[in-house]
């Protein structure tokens, strides 16, 4: 069965400016998702080429940057860097070591979702690489050590001999270039000595940001909000929550949640435009209440205990300092990918 072809102005810029072969799709074998809702992006396999060397400099010395402009923010240990959606664009994928921890810092650009991906276990250390392939218009991953693909949003393998695996994930932030800088200022910046040519500084797919216009048909559609509003996604077993990023405040604001049988705390800014998610709920059985820490990010709240807590869900200052938070099962999408992927979520009021 071939996959069916869409070759959109965008694909074919990105073939353009591509050095790699277009590859013939190829989907034979078992597939964990409906084989007649693959497509074929357009670039081929490694058209969009992974940045697997990447570089850094200093968090401030990245001209092209607005103070806007999105970024995907790590802290594993003591090593902290970010990683600027006007590079991920172009490249999806950053196969990194961060600390000791392998990782694939990887992002569709189509749908709006940044996951960080641990690439021990499972799948041996192996780098990612872009297939070519989409899912309710989200990217595909391939690692290349088994060749097996990945579906991104669902956080799983869909296909090759690692079919039915769960991937890993770490804590990462999404925000402003302006709040991470504001929280990080000594944080190592992914550098745009990538290898490869692109104008990083040109966002790629006009105003597909602002616009309800897809490129790629999605399994399911709900009007329920716009297209492209951001959410943070919640999945706890067969439930899902999305907490729009717009309709936190200003300033921070914290919700504990129960859902799902467990017990949560969702942090958000709307002006800062952030979201995430904890569980509340220690390995010891406590389970903290939260209050808002204005003023002193990256920390961002106080549990009931008089413990202070940052924005990774680390705690800082106070009686169990030192300590994490379990990380939710939780993601940033578009709403219209969100829906596809999870149909008749809960949106959080």
Not at 5 to 26: E, G, P, R
Not at 53 to 61: E, G, M, S, W
Not at 268 to 281: I, L, Q
Request: proline residues 4%; charged residues 20%.
């Amino acid at each position: 069965m071939k996959v069916t072809k869409i070759i959109s102005l965008i694909a074919l810029a990105f073939y353009l400016n591509s050095c790699d072969t277009v590859d013939n799709a190829d989907i034979s074998g078992e597939w964990l998702i409906k084989k007649d809702e693959i497509f074929d992006g357009g670039p081929g396999k490694d058209g969009i080429p992974s940045v697997d060397n990447p570089q850094f400099t200093n968090v401030n010395d990245a001209s092209y940057l607005l103070d806007d402009d999105l970024v995907i923010g790590i802290k594993i240990g003591g090593t902290i860097k970010v990683y600027p959606h006007p590079i991920l664009d172009w490249h999806e994928i950053v196969n990194d070591d961060i600390s000791g921890q392998k990782t694939a810092i990887t992002y569709c650009p189509l749908t709006g979702s940044a996951i960080a991906w641990k690439r021990q276990g499972v799948v041996s250390n192996s780098e990612f690489g872009v297939s070519g392939l989409l899912f309710n218009s989200n990217l595909i991953p391939y690692d290349r050590g088994s060749n097996s693909n990945w579906s991104q949003m669902k956080l799983l393998c869909v296909n090759g001999s690692l079919i039915g695996n769960e991937i890993e994930t770490s804590k990462i932030i999404e925000t402003t270039y302006k709040t991470w800088r504001e929280m990080y200022p000594t944080s190592k910046l992914l550098s745009t000595n990538t290898g490869f040519g692109r104008q990083y500084g040109v966002y790629p797919y006009g105003g597909y940001k602002t616009n309800d216009d897809l490129i790629f048909p999605v399994s399911n559609e709900d009007n329920r909000l716009q297209k492209k509003e951001r959410v943070l996604g919640l999945i706890v077993g067969r439930q899902t929550m999305a907490f729009v990023i717009n309709s936190f405040s200003t300033e921070i604001s914290i919700e504990n949640v129960s859902f799902g049988g467990d017990e949560f705390v969702v942090i958000g800014s709307s002006g800062k435009n952030f979201a995430a998610a904890y569980k509340r709920k220690l390995d010891d059985g406590t389970t903290l209440e939260f209050t808002i820490t204005q003023g002193e990010l990256p920390l961002v709240m106080m549990d009931n205990e008089g413990t202070k807590w940052n924005i990774f869900g680390e705690a800082i200052e106070g009686p169990r300092a030192g300590e994490s938070l379990q990380q939710a099962k939780a993601f940033i999408a578009y709403w219209f990918a969100w829906a596809a992927f999870y149909p008749n979520s809960l949106i959080a009021q």
